[in-house]
């Protein structure tokens, strides 16, 4: 007799790699429906039909998980934007959209909850930034997810204090950290010693997210990969950072002097430091080929790159349907039925 319940997110990774598309504060901003800045996302409340379709674009693209937008609305953030009275109507509002989303789709239904920009290695930042992951945790588990991604922890401490709510609730565990500049976590930890220890307190799947772009992702998740048993995430931000530059918070851009304030490209003037598609698949393929099995994109993510990853990994998608075929182009494409003056012409640009 066989079980009609749907897979869930461990029973998924052992089948094969899992993508997951991030990125929806630095999408909606680009579309004029949420404020740089504040990164608030107010628009679960004001347009949830927005949300409800970026979600389905990321899963036409290829994403087998749902990520229900609720990225800084924890109730410090709420509070700093003075919409404090919001949080709970906006938490619910996102977690009902996703999961109907993934229900619809036959995709995972995933919560979030981050870091509090609070936390501090002392009793009274745990007792705070604790009650915050305890409220948050309790409303995903009230909704039914299936399981809860815990992201963006620059103090390895808060992403096992976030942890720790998680499991007390019963639910499956992703856990990344979000490494700067420096390659450690504000402890000093190494990332790979972070992820091992996270590993070790029950996450269910550790590694990294946004702030460092592919080439400056990728060494230290082999370090990672060589650390840990268990299953292993990778989501950079689709820009090209370096070594020099290893964060998209610390790149420059010395020939524009047109940026306001202080010039600095993040967040708002990052275009030019964009990877492409081609760079985003590379990741994917070079991650996977170490034995990372959770993979996605973050801020800056849009549907053609979680659709070039998915390919990267061999899966063809519904979007698949309109990947680029320059065969066909007018006076790019190899058709045989192209005019002699186009492939002239096409030899000229």
């Known amino acids: ?46 347009h949830p039909e927005l949300v409800e379709g970026l979600h389905r674009e990321f899963v036409h693209a290829g994403s087998d998980v749902v990520e229900a937008f609720t990225y800084y609305a924890h109730r410090e953030k709420m509070r700093i934007v003075g919409n404090e009275h919001l949080i709970e109507p906006l938490q619910r509002n996102a977690l009902d959209i996703a999961k109907s989303v993934a229900r619809n789709t036959g995709t995972l239904a995933a919560g979030d909850i981050c870091n509090t920009n609070v936390f501090y290695p002392d009793e009274e930042s745990r007792r705070e930034v604790r009650r915050m992951f305890e409220e948050q945790v309790a409303w995903i588990a009230e909704a039914g997810m299936d399981y809860v991604v815990a992201e963006t922890f620059s103090y390895a401490e808060e992403a096992l204090l976030a942890l720790e709510v998680i499991k007390e609730a019963g639910l499956p565990a992703v856990v990344t950290l979000a490494i700067h500049r420096a390659p450690e976590t504000r402890e000093g930890w190494s990332p790979a010693e972070a992820c091992a220890r996270i590993a070790e307190a029950g996450a269910d799947v550790v590694g990294l997210n946004c702030i460092r772009g592919p080439r400056t992702m990728l060494p230290l998740i082999e370090q990672i990969r060589a650390a840990v048993d268990g299953h292993v995430a990778a989501l950079p931000v689709p820009y090209r950072t370096t070594d020099a530059e290893p964060s998209f918070q610390s790149l420059t851009d010395p020939g524009c002097d047109c940026i306001p304030g202080d010039g600095r490209p993040f967040p708002t003037a990052l275009d030019p430091f964009y990877a492409n598609r081609y760079e985003i698949a590379q990741f994917g393929r070079d991650a996977y080929a170490l034995g990372v099995n959770y993979l996605g994109v973050c801020c800056g993510a849009a549907p053609h790159f979680i659709r070039s990853m998915a390919e990267a990994l061999g899966r063809e998608t519904p979007a698949s349907r309109y990947s680029p075929d320059m065969s066909r182009h007018a006076f790019l494409g190899t058709d045989p039925k192209l005019r002699e003056h186009n492939r002239q012409y096409a030899s000229e640009l």
């Open 1 to 46: 007799m066989t079980s009609d319940r749907p897979k869930g997110l461990l029973e998924r990774l052992q089948d094969g790699p899992v993508i997951c598309a991030e990125g929806y504060l630095f999408e909606f901003e680009r579309r004029g429906y949420l404020q740089a800045g504040a990164f608030v996302p107010e628009i679960v409340l004001e």
